[in-house]
Nanobody
Framework: QVQVEESGGGLVQAGGSLRLSCVVS????????MGWFRQAPGKEREFVAH????????YYADPVKGRFTISRDNAKNTVYLQMNSLKPEDTAVYYC??????????WGQGTQVTVSA
């Protein structure tokens, strides 16, 4: 069974940086896509970024473009989210997920990111 686990969240001041990590159990195929999502208090979960496992193609939601970078280490089954120039509105629980046949099927437990003003 596929398991996903995020880490690296914490408390940071506005303008600071954090790097989140996501380790996925088992083998990740080149056709798979890994993504980051977040859910702020009182809001629905929203897409942040994704990366294709085989080619490393990336895609970002507009609010994080130019500030966040998604990357992966295929040998370690790990995906990262480097978050720079953090803003209070980035405060959320961040989730890592792997897609399956076009839908986001496997999810981690989430890691809290809090950005103070």
């Amino acid at each position: 069974q596929v398991q996903v686990e995020e880490s690296g969240g914490g408390l940071v001041q506005a303008g600071g940086s954090l790097r989140l990590s996501c380790v996925v159990s088992g083998r990740i195929l080149s056709s798979h896509v890994m993504g980051w999502f977040r859910q702020a208090p009182g809001k629905e979960r929203e897409f942040v970024a994704h990366i294709t496992w085989g080619g490393g193609s990336t895609y970002y939601a507009d609010p994080v473009k130019g500030r966040f970078t998604i990357s992966r280490d295929n040998a370690k089954n790990t995906v990262y989210l480097q978050m720079n120039s953090l803003k209070p509105e980035d405060t959320a629980v961040y989730y890592c997920a792997r897609n399956n046949v076009g839908s986001w099927t496997y999810w981690g437990q989430g890691t809290q990111v809090t950005v103070s003003a």
